[in-house]
Nanobody
Framework: QVQLVESGGGLVQAGGSLRLSCVAS????????MGWYRQTPGAQRESVAI???????NYADSVKGRFTISRDGAENTVYLQMNSLKPEDTAVYYC??????????WGQGTRVTVSS
């Protein structure tokens, strides 16, 4: 059974940095894509950054130039380096992984709070 476990969230002041990690276990295949989404109360979950197995990346406009996604394909691990954090980045961040057959998996989420 595939499991995604996130870590690295916390409280940081505006302008600070955090690094999120997500380790996927239970799959014998490299995920086609891995990524990060975030959600605030009352809002839909939104895509933050996605990386393919080939290293192609896609970022939300709101985080371009500040966030960097990377992955260790061999370990099915994905990271999100978040710099120049803003209060509007405050959310629960979820790791997502999509398998070769299109099935998606989610982690339990890690909370990021950016104080002004």
């Amino acid at each position: 059974q595939v499991q995604l476990v996130e870590s690295g969230g916390g409280l940081v002041q505006a302008g600070g940095s955090l690094r999120l990690s997500c380790v996927a276990s239970g799959s014998t295949y490299t995920f086609v894509t891995m990524g990060w989404y975030r959600q605030t109360p009352g809002a839909q979950r939104e895509s933050v950054a996605i990386i393919s197995s080939h290293g192609s990346t896609n970022y939300a406009d709101s985080v371009k130039g500040r966030f960097t996604i990377s992955r260790d394909g061999a370990e099915n691990t994905v990271y999100l380096q978040m710099n120049s954090l803003k209060p509007e980045d405050t959310a629960v961040y979820y790791c997502n992984a999509v398998n070769w057959n299109g099935r998606g998996y989610w982690g339990q989420g890690t909370r990021v709070t950016v104080s002004s």
